[in-house]
């Protein structure tokens, strides 16, 4: 009797454990099936534009939770209307980038409210296939008005290597900013408040291109831009050329001080065309940055001097022929004036203004930039010792350093620069009280703006040729 009971209790718990593995295997199984058709699908990590102007681009951003993304379509609703403006489906991994351009007049949108909707779907499988589905809307606003642009005055006679003055009215606008040719320029609020204007100083290359055009350009959030030519004379102006022949003291005694890690198995010559070059480049670039470092008004007062008992030796914008050993190994421009007078003479500030720089400056040795507002700074190079810092506010006149012959300089002398938003100007025009008066102080006169002190326009007859080349420029000559 006892031995007939144990095999049937086995056989009972072997049924509860079959019946127990069933259940775990068909509840893992479901678990399994309702965890796959339950995980996330693709998320949009688009940051979307706020506005959407005439022509809008802007990227889309998806990335799948599991597998890869399988198909994205990128939509804009407008009144019930979805319209596909982008669609990607094939090449792509868990990450997708989708560059999208939205033409509103080609897609028929109105100015108002609108959404840009992100479809997508991956590839991870599921029980039950999801379709492509709506992951994210962003809402936007379709702005189709440009920018309104009014010139009310400006320069009329401008010269390469020269500057001038651009007052205009600008609404709508997030941005604006004045070219000359590819070069922008920032421009600043002047003036009465409710008048809503607007200056910017402009600056030519040397070698400006006249068929160039000079215009103020804007734009708004939606992208949209407003373009407003600047008519202006272009006179001609010729530039001179130089032939500087190196020696070898010379190189044996800068190349080392500018170049101090070049390799032992270089020439000293082509030490000299790194520094005459590269460093000459990378000099270009840092004073286009400290041009970006300027007060949003004008800091100076009348004309800007020159240096008490200084000769013109070097000029603005010359051509320079370097030779070595009878034969030509470098060319370059040569930017401002070389002024010349005794050892370590004093370094007067040319007018008032804000220390911006003041250290060395590669080729240009020990320098001192000076702000003077509205994007026009000097630049004082090769001192010896200077006695300003960065912040420093000077008087013109004010001694700011001592000349010397640092950086790639042939004897002691004061390299000086007129800057225009870091681009190089002739200093002839603003060494000029009626160059500055003509072609500063009257444009603000005929917006009927207030005069920047110092600068105020005379009644008296515009005469082209002589504005285009300042009395002290024919003087000095």
Not at 43 to 65: C, D, H, M, N
Not at 324 to 345: V, W
Not at 418 to 432: A, R
């Amino acid at each position: 009797m006892v031995s007939s009971v144990v095999p049937k209790r086995s056989r009972a718990k072997a049924w509860v454990l079959l019946v127990l593995i069933l259940l775990v295997a068909v509840v893992g199984s479901v678990a399994y099936l309702v965890w796959r058709q339950t995980v996330p699908g693709v998320q949009s990590l688009t940051t979307p534009p706020r506005f959407v102007g005439q022509k809008t681009s802007f990227t889309v951003v998806v990335e799948a939770r599991r597998g890869n993304v399988a198909r994205v379509e990128v939509r804009i609703e407008q009144s019930g209307k979805s319209t596909p403006v982008a669609t990607k489906d094939s090449g792509l991994g868990r990450r997708v980038e989708i560059p999208v351009v939205v033409d509103s007049a080609a897609l028929g949108l109105r100015e108002g409210s609108a959404t840009i909707e992100v479809w997508a779907r991956d590839t991870f499988w599921r029980p039950i296939r999801r379709d492509d589905r709506a992951i994210a809307g962003y809402p936007v606003t379709v702005d189709l008005t440009p920018p309104k642009v009014e010139l009310l005055a400006s320069t009329r006679y401008l010269s390469p290597g020269g500057s001038g003055l651009v007052v205009f009215r600008v609404s709508g606008a997030a941005r604006t900013d004045v070219l000359a040719g590819a070069t922008p320029f920032p421009s600043f609020a002047f003036g009465p408040a409710d008048k809503g204007a607007r200056i910017a100083l402009i600056a030519l290359p040397w070698d400006y291109d006249p068929a160039t055009p000079i215009q103020i350009r804007a734009s708004d959030e939606a992208g949209n831009t407003a373009s407003r030519g600047i008519p202006a004379e272009i006179r001609p102006r010729k530039f001179p050329k130089d032939t500087i022949d190196i020696k070898d003291a010379f190189l044996q005694a800068k190349v080392p001080e500018l170049l101090p890690q070049r390799p032992a198995t270089e020439s000293l010559v082509d030490g000299f065309l790194v520094i005459n070059r590269d460093l000459r480049k990378q000099a270009e670039e840092t004073k286009r940055k400290i041009g970006a470092t300027t007060a949003d008004k004008p800091l100076w007062h009348g004309p800007f001097t020159q240096a008490r008992n200084t000769k013109v030796f070097a000029n603005f914008a010359e051509t320079r022929t370097y030779m070595h050993g009878g034969r030509e190994i470098d060319r370059q421009i040569h930017f401002g004036y070389d002024l010349a007078s005794t050892r370590q003479s004093p370094v007067p500030a040319s007018n008032k203004g804000v220390v911006v720089f003041a250290e060395p400056l590669t080729i240009y040795g020990n320098t001192v930039v000076i702000d003077h507002g509205l994007g026009l700074q000097t630049l004082y190079a090769h001192l010896s010792s200077t006695t300003v810092k960065v912040g420093d506010a000077v008087e013109k006149g004010q001694e700011i350093a001592r000349t010397g012959s640092t950086g790639l300089a042939i004897g002691d002398h004061l390299h000086y620069e007129v800057l225009v938003n870091g681009t190089s100007v002739t200093p002839l025009e603003w060494w000029d009280a009626k160059w500055i008066r003509d072609h500063v102080g009257k444009p603000l006169k005929e917006a009927g703006l207030p005069e920047i002190a110092g600068a105020e326009a005379r009644d008296e007859p515009d005469d082209a040729a002589r504005s285009a080349t300042p009395r002290s420029a024919r003087r000095r000559r």
